[in-house]
C-alpha cells in the first residue's frame, strides 16, 4: 500500500485518468466512451478536487493496475464534468470493492447543474450509485433522476459478500432502467428517460458531502449508448 499522502504528488491534481486520445470527457458521438481510473497518477483531463486522503491500493488482479481507497468519513474526489451529459442511452460501469461500514453509502453521483427561474426549485437532475450495508453484506442502489423521471433500483434480497471486486452497471435503452452485478440483473423498470444537462461528479461521496464510502474503486465507465451485459467493457474482477 502507497502512503496515502502519495496521492498528492504533483501538487494535488492525481490519481483520476481519462482514456487515452479522449482530449474532452464529453464527446461528440453517440459512441463516445470515457473511462475514470482512479489508481493512477497522470493524464489527468477534467477539474478535480481532493478532500480527505484517499491512497492508492493494489486494484483487482484481472486489471494488474491499482485502485484508490475511501474511509468513509472524508475522502472524495470532486470532478468538473458529467460524462453522461446529452446521452439519450447508456452505460455507466464501475468496478469497487466495498468494505462494510454505515449503512447507507452514496459513493458515485453525476449531477447536473439546472438553470431555474427565480423562485423555482432545481429538480435535482442526477445519477447515482449507492450501496446498502447488512453486517458483511451489501446490496446495489442504482438511482437515476430528471424533470420526467424518479426511478431507484434497490433490491435489498440481492445481497452480496463485502470484501471483494465487483463489476456493476446501470443501462437505459430507450424504454427500460436496468441494474447489474457481475453481468447479473438485479432489477429493472420502465423509465422516460430525457438526456441530463452539462454539470460535474463526486466520487466517493454524494456531491453535498453526506454519506461517505468506505472501500475502494478501481475504474468507472461511461459509454453513450446503451450497452447489453455482454458488451460491457469494465474492467472485470477476479
Sequence with gaps: MMDRRGLLVGGGAAGLAATAGCASLIGPG??????????QLER???PLTIEGAPWRVEGPASDGGSALQFDGVDDALFIGQHPLA??????????FQPDGGAFEQRWLHLQSDEVVAPGQ?????RFLFEIRVYGDQWALDAFVKGPTYNQVLLFPDKRHPVGRWYHVAQTYDGTTYRAFVD???QGEAALAFTPQGPGRASVGTRINRVNYFNGAIAEARFTRRFLRPDQFTGVRPA
Design 183 to 185: 453481468g447479473v440483473l
Design 86 to 95: 446529452g446521452a439519450a442511452t447508456f452505460a455507466f460501469e464501475a468496478v
Design 44 to 46: 489527468l483531463a477534467v
Design 30 to 39: 453517440p459512441n463516445h466512451q470515457t473511462v475514470w481510473r482512479f489508481g
Design 121 to 125: 426549485t432545481p429538480v435535482g437532475t
